[in-house]
């Protein structure tokens, strides 16, 4: 199984970014669609952003506004996730994992102030 972990969260204000990181262990992101998803508090996991196995194509969420850039580095087994101008909604826990996979990793928690 995938374990992924993610890292690069932290607290930050309004406007301000962050890189996340997510490092697969155990097998690999390559060949497969990966996905960063966020968890708010007391709110259902949903999708931030989806990048096809091929690192071209990409769809975000429409929350995303444009704010967010995924993008994968197979040769590290890494994928990231760019996030620009947050703002205090976007607060919450963002995990990564291969599209479908359903063995999560701990997460990052994203801390908005504003």
């Known amino acids: 199984q995938v374990q992924p972990v993610e890292s690069g969260g932290g607290l930050v204000q309004a406007g301000g970014s962050l890189r996340l990181s997510c490092v697969a262990s155990g097998r690999t992101f390559s060949g497969h669609d990966v996905d960063w998803y966020r968890q708010a508090p007391g709110k259902e996991r949903e999708l931030v952003a989806r990048m096809a196995r091929e690192g071209v194509n990409t769809r975000y969420a429409d929350f995303v506004q444009g704010r967010f850039t995924i993008s994968r580095n197979d040769a590290k087994n890494t994928i990231y996730l760019q996030m620009n101008n947050l703002q205090p909604e976007d607060t919450g826990i963002y995990y990564c994992?291969?599209?479908?996979?359903?063995?999560w990793g701990q997460g990052t928690q994203v801390t908005v102030s504003s």
């Open positions: 994992n291969r599209r479908g996979s359903t063995d």
